[in-house]
Every structure is written in C-alpha cells, then in structure tokens.
C-alpha cells in the first residue's frame, strides 16, 4: 500500500480510518482545523512505524486545499486512497428557520471542500495509472428527514457528484465508491446541536454505529481487488432501518 489521503482526521470516522489503514502500514497524509489533535493522533500512530504527514487545513479554502496537495513529499506518493471524510451538520429544523452561516458552513465543507481537494489529487492518481476515491455521503442523501433540509441536501449532492464522477473517470482505472453511514456515535451530534447533552440523547435507547465499524467498511471497500468497485455501501446499526425508522422510535408503532 502506498498513502492514503484521510481529511477531517481530527475526529470521529476521519481519525478511525487513519488508524485502521495506519494497521495495514499505510502512510497517512490528513487534515482538520485542531492541528493540536491531529500531532496528538500522528504520535499515537507513528507506533505502527508508517509516515505520517499533517496539516491544517480548512476544506472550505480552496488555494489551502490546493496548496496542502501541492506540498505533499515525494516520498508519500503515489497516493492509493483519497478518503474525502470531512464534513459537519448544523442546526435541525425548517427551512424557513435557518442560519445563513450554518448553510454556508455545510455548503462549503461538505460539497466544496471534496471538490477542491479531489480536484487536486485525480492528476497524482491519473499519473500513476490507478488510484482509489471514497467519500463518506451518508443515508441522509438517500432519504431527506424532518428538519434536515441543507445538511440533507449536500449529502444528495455528493452522491450525485460520486455518480459524474465516475464517468468523467472512466478509462482512468481510478475506483469511485460511496460509503454512506446511518447513526454513527461521534461528535457529530455535538457538533450539529453545540450542546454535549443534546447530543448524547441522540443515541440513547439504540445502539448506534462506531467510528471503527465506519472505518472497517471503508477498508473493505479499499481492500478489494482492483479490479473491483463498490460504487456505494450503506451501513446502518441493526437497529436503525433508515433516517425515519429505528426500533427506539418505531416499535409498537407498527401496523
Ligand atoms: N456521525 C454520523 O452519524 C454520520 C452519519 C452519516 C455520515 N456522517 C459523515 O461522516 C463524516 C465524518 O463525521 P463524524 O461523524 O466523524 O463527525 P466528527 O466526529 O464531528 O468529525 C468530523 C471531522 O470533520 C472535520 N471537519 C469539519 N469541518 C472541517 C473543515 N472545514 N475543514 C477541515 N476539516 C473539517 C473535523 O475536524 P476539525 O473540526 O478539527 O476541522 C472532524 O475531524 C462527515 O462527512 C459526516 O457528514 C456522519
């Protein structure tokens, strides 16, 4: 394996994947705003004796993201895996209630962000003749959900850019998958709510899906053969059928 590009490796799944693939002596090149947690997670997982390169980086700039590629050390190519993680909901609730700021921040992170910095690495994998880009979408872009109006709509968005993006690759030998979560206990919820306790309700009375459970599939799909593409895997916890339906909510509700 060579280096595997993971953004939003500060947190939740981001930080998951990075040890997952750090397991199987991938290098690592990551991003996140706290650079703090990132020297933090670098530390950490130099004891699987890889390469890790870090950086600050805002996905929602896009020369930062364009220079942060360009300044990648030869040493860590080629690139194998662009893991585009990074990304954030805020706020729930009707259109008509909603925050400028909060759409801008989604908007900019969750769909430009993979633009800019997938943009920037398709020419290192084309150059090496193959290469691997996985985008964590999520169940929320299959199935909008009270409330989840924007954070909705730009997880639909990626699925249908994942869709272009495959065929503008076509004859690249370039691998495309999609792997979109159901409830995953990270600081998702804290960040969307900023309220720690508002969070935590989100998934009490269900057991929710982990970080590593996200990571595990992720790898799956990075692990196939290369001549094998998994355009999109969906995984949810056992207890939860969709965005709308999951036991804690549903049972006795049943017709
Ligand atoms: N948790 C769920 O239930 C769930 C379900 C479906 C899909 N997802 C998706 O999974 C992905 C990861 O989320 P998570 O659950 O692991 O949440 P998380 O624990 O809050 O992690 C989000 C990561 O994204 C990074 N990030 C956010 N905005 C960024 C920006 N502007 N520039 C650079 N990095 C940024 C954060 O780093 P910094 O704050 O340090 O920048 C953090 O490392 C997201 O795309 C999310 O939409 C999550």
């Known amino acids: 394996m060579g280096s595997v590009i993971i953004t939003g490796a500060s947190s939740g799944i981001g930080m998951a994947c990075a040890e997952r693939f750090a397991r199987d002596h991938c290098n690592l ?18 004891l699987y004796g890889v390469a890790i390169y870090y950086k600050k980086v805002d996905m929602r700039d896009s020369d930062g993201v364009t220079a942060f590629i360009r300044s990648l050390p030869q040493d860590l190519m080629p690139i194998d895996i662009l893991i585009n993680n990074a990304g954030l909901s805020r706020g729930l609730g009707p259109l008509d209630a909603g925050v400028l700021e909060d759409w801008n921040e989604m908007i900019d992170t969750n769909i430009k962000g993979v633009l800019y910095i997938t943009r920037a690495v398709i020419p290192l994998m084309k150059a090496q003749g193959y290469g691997h880009i996985i985008t964590i979408g999520s169940i929320a872009g299959h199935e909008p959900y009270p409330g989840g109006n924007v954070y909705c709509a730009t997880k639909a968005a990626i699925k249908s850019l994942n869709k272009s993006l495959r065929m503008d690759l076509v004859g690249t030998n370039i691998r495309v998958t999609s792997v979109d979560p159901g409830m995953v206990e990270t600081e998702f919820s804290e960040v969307r709510f900023r309220d720690a306790q508002r969070a935590q309700k989100v998934y009490q ?51």
């Open 205 to 255: 009375g269900l057991k929710p899906l982990t970080a590593g459970d996200v990571a595990d599939a992720v790898h799956f799909c990075a692990t196939r053969p290369r001549h094998v593409n998994i355009e999109n895997l969906v995984i949810t916890p056992t207890q939860q059928v969709n965005a709308m339906i999951n036991d804690r909510d549903y049972a006795g509700k049943k017709p």
């Open 29 to 46: 090149i990551l991003n996140a705003r706290r650079e703090d947690r990132l020297e933090r997670l670098a530390e950490r997982l130099k």
